[in-house]
């Protein structure tokens, strides 16, 4: 098999040297639920050398309409292997690996990556994969969904914890809402690693209104 053929429509875009320069790449993927699939399965098909993704959650029946990686006969196992398998089984120049545990466990083998990924539903968890990656001189993006709506920030100056955040609970999401919000955050990503311009440290407030109208505001944020 030929990496060149594989990534052929990419490589016309940008290039065989970028292309390749992909293959260097790491990435974490916190969070292997809606957001989790689609930033997988996107990222993982595009060339990216190296990816680990985190969670100890296993799939439910409730999970499967809007996290596309999963399928019925998954229901019982761990998100993040099942996620693995499935972008292994589409890319054969990938090592991605699976890791069945919080992101507090995670964080404490004292990994490093090109770029961090949320794809989380908490609170102090967004706050942790902050902290760490402050520490670590690592940006990271954050995104959430709810209902017909969501939120994306490439966080490199400023940080998670200007937000003014309240634990609630959530309301119902549908499931394209998922995958645009993920594809969003997925090319922020994408267009990082390969070295094209991206627009940091803005919130992305995405949602329809009452008319069916798809609506981006844009907001900056303060640096720290």
């Given amino acids: ?50 990816i680990d993704i985190v969670d100890f959650d296993i799939v439910s029946f409730h999970n499967i309409h809007r996290q596309i990686a999963f399928r019925l006969n998954d229901e019982g196992y761990n998100k ?9 089984s589409k890319n054969p120049f990938i090592d991605i690996s699976a890791y069945d545990m919080s992101f507090g466990d995670f964080k404490k083998l004292g990994k490093s990556y090109d770029l961090i990924l949320d794809a989380t539903d908490n609170l102090s968890v967004r706050k942790e994969i902050d902290t760490y990656a402050k520490s670590n001189k690592t940006p990271w993006i954050y995104a959430s969904v709810e209902e017909f709506n969501g939120q994306v920030c490439f966080f490199d100056e400023t940080s998670f914890q200007v937000f003014n955040t309240s634990n609630h609970k959530p309301a119902g999401i549908v499931a394209p809402m998922v995958m645009h919000i993920g594809s969003f955050q997925a090319n922020l990503a994408l267009r990082y690693l390969a070295g094209l311009a991206v627009d940091k440290d ?23």
């Fill in 202 to 224: 803005i919130l992305y407030y995405i949602y329809f209104n009452n008319n069916g109208e798809l609506i981006t505001q844009k907001f900056g944020m303060p640096k720290i």
């Fill in 80 to 88: 993040a292997k099942v996620v693995a398998k499935v972008v292994a």
């Fill in 1 to 50: 098999m030929m990496s060149n053929e594989y990534f052929k429509r990419q490589i016309e875009l940008w290039g065989i040297d970028v292309q390749e320069s992909l293959e260097s790449k790491s990435i974490a993927i916190i969070g292997a639920g809606g957001l989790g699939c689609t930033l997988a399965m996107a990222l993982g098909s595009s060339g990216i050398g190296n």
